[in-house]
C-alpha cells in the first residue's frame, strides 16, 4: 500500500464505503474486514475492525491490523495507531510514533499533543502547542484537548495575545483567519462556568460586525440557545441575523413550552420579510413537528409549482417521508404544472417518486412506471429497479441483475445487498480495489471534462 491510495480512500471513499463497513460489523464480519485490511490494504476496513477489536479488548490483534498502515507515515493510521498503543498501555510507543516526523506541523502535533493527554502530560501537550497558536487547527486542539483538565485559565491566558491581536482590528491583523480565536475563548469560557463572559465576549463582536465568518454569529447563537437565554436570542431572531437565529429561537421557545409564540413568530416573518422561504422552511419542519403534516404541506404549497425560483417541494417530500408518512409525500408528485414538470421531472422528481413509492410497499407499480419508460430517460436505472426488487423481496433478483452491472455504483449495491443476506466475505470481494476505482474515477471525470 502506498499513502497517494491510503489519502485516496479518505478523499474519495475509495474502497469498501465506510456505511457499507457499519453494516459488515453489525452482521459479525470484523474477520472479513480483518482479511480485507491485510490482503487490499482497505484503510475503511482496518479503521472499523481496529474500533471494534479495542471495544473488546483485544489490543494487540488491533495493533497488528493497523500497525502496517502506520508504516507509510500517513497521519490518520498514525493517529489510529498511537490510540491503540496508548489504551494497550504502551505508552511510550505510542509517543513514539506519534511525535511529529519534521517541522511542518499538518496534524502531527494536535495528534501528538492528543497523545501527550492520554498518557496523563496534560502540561508537555500544552508546552508543545504553545509556540504555535498563530495556526488554527493548533488554537482548536489546545481547547479540545484541555477540556475537563483543569487548565482554563492557562489556556485563556495563552489565547490571550493572538484574541488581543484580533479584535484590535480583525482587517489589518496579520493572520486574517484568527477569527476563531474569539469562539475558542467563548468555548473555554462557557466550559469554565463564566458564560455571562462568553455571551457577553461574543455578543460585543457580533453588535460591533468585528467578527469574520458568520461561523462567530452561528456559535453565538447556539450559546444562547444553550443556556436559555430566550430575550438576546429574540433581539438577534428579529434583527438582521435572522437567518441564522430562526431556528435555534424556535427550539428554544419549544424547549420551555412557547410552541404558540413560536409560531407566531415564523407567521409574523412570512408575512414581513420579502425573501420568505428560509422562514417558510423552518415554519414546515415546527408543523410537521408538531403532528400537524397537513398545516405544514398547505403553508409551502404555494412554491411547489415554481420551475426556476425556490421551491419547497423536495424538501416536504423528504420531511414526511423521514417522519413516516411516505405516501403523504407521494401525493405531493401529482397534479403540478407542466412547465415545472418539463424543469423537474427527469431531473429529480421521478427518481423521488420511485424512492418513496418503495419506502410505501408500492415498489411494483413504480418498477411498472420504469419499464413504461425508454431506458436512456432514467438514470442508474439498473441500479434503481434492484433497489425496487429488493424492497419488493425479491433479493436474488436484484443481486443477479446487479451482478451484470459495471461500475462502482452498482458493485457496493450489490455487496450491500449481500452483507444483508449475511454473506460478508462475498461483497467485500465484489467491491472493486482501490486501483480500479481510481481508474474509474479518472475517466469519468474525463467524460465530464469532455461535456463541458
Not at 238 to 264: C, F, K, N, Q, W
Not at 279 to 302: I, S, W
Not at 353 to 380: C, F, K, T, Y
Amino acid at each position: 500500500m502506498n499513502i497517494d491510495d491510503l489519502e485516496w480512500q479518505q478523499d474519495w471513499y475509495g474502497g469498501v464505503p465506510p456505511r457499507l463497513v457499519e453494516e459488515i460489523l453489525e452482521r459479525g464480519g470484523l474477520d472479513v474486514l480483518v482479511e480485507a485490511a491485510r490482503e487490499r490494504g482497505e484503510w475503511f476496513c482496518a479503521e472499523g475492525a481496529v474500533r471494534r477489536l479495542c471495544a473488546a479488548g483485544e489490543f494487540a490483534r488491533a495493533w497488528a491490523v493497523v500497525e502496517p498502515f502506520t508504516a507509510t507515515g500517513w497521519q490518520p493510521a498514525i493517529r489510529t495507531g498511537a490510540d491503540v498503543l496508548l489504551r494497550w498501555g504502551r505508552v511510550e510507543q505510542a509517543l513514539e510514533l506519534a511525535h511529529p516526523p519534521g517541522p511542518e506541523l499538518g496534524d502531527a502535533l494536535p495528534d501528538y499533543a492528543e497523545v501527550l493527554v492520554g498518557a496523563g502530560r496534560v502540561d508537555d501537550a500544552i508546552d508543545a502547542l504553545a509556540p504555535h497558536l498563530r495556526e488554527r487547527r493548533v488554537r482548536r486542539a489546545l481547547v479540545r484537548i484541555t477540556d475537563g483538565q483543569g487548565r482554563d485559565d492557562r489556556v485563556l491566558e495563552l489565547l490571550a495575545p493572538t484574541f488581543d491581536e484580533f479584535r484590535s482590528d480583525p482587517h489589518r491583523c496579520r493572520v486574517p483567519d484568527l477569527w476563531d480565536v474569539l469562539t475558542a475563548r467563548a468555548t473555554v469560557l462557557e466550559r469554565s462556568g463564566r458564560v455571562d463572559e462568553a455571551v457577553a465576549l461574543l455578543g460585543a463582536d457580533v453588535a460591533a460586525g468585528r467578527y469574520g465568518p458568520r461561523n462567530t454569529v452561528e456559535f453565538h447563537v447556539e450559546l444562547l440557545a444553550r443556556h436559555g437565554r430566550i430575550e438576546e436570542l429574540r433581539e438577534l431572531a428579529t434583527g438582521a441575523h435572522g437567518p441564522i437565529a430562526a431556528r435555534p429561537y424556535v427550539a428554544a421557545l419549544e424547549g420551555v413550552g412557547r410552541a404558540a409564540d413560536a409560531e407566531s413568530y415564523l407567521r409574523g416573518l412570512i408575512d414581513t420579510d420579502v425573501y420568505r422561504i428560509p422562514y417558510e422552511n423552518a415554519l414546515m419542519e415546527f408543523l410537521v413537528r408538531r403532528g400537524r403534516p397537513d398545516e405544514a404541506v398547505e403553508a409551502v404549497a404555494h412554491t411547489f409549482d415554481e420551475p426556476h425560483e425556490p421551491n419547497l417541494l423536495q424538501a416536504t417530500m423528504l420531511l414526511l417521508a423521514e417522519h413516516g408518512q411516505p405516501d403523504k409525500a407521494l401525493e405531493l408528485t401529482e397534479g403540478r404544472s407542466a412547465a415545472f414538470l418539463e424543469e423537474n421531472e427527469r431531473y429529480w422528481l421521478r427518481s423521488n417518486r420511485w424512492w418513496l413509492m418503495g419506502e410505501a410497499g408500492r415498489s411494483r407499480e413504480a418498477l411498472a412506471e420504469i419499464e413504461a419508460l425508454p431506458p436512456d430517460e432514467v438514470d442508474d436505472r439498473e441500479v434503481t429497479i434492484a433497489w425496487l426488487l429488493a424492497r419488493d423481496d425479491r433479493t436474488e433478483e436484484a443481486v443477479a441483475r446487479l451482478r451484470q452491472c459495471p461500475g462502482s455504483q452498482a458493485a457496493t449495491e450489490l455487496a450491500r445487498l449481500l452483507v444483508r443476506q449475511g454473506r460478508c466475505a462475498e461483497a467485500v470481494a465484489v467491491i472493486p480495489d482501490v486501483t480500479t476505482q481510481r481508474a474509474e474515477n479518472r475517466r469519468l471525470l474525463g467524460k465530464g471534462e469532455e461535456g463541458e
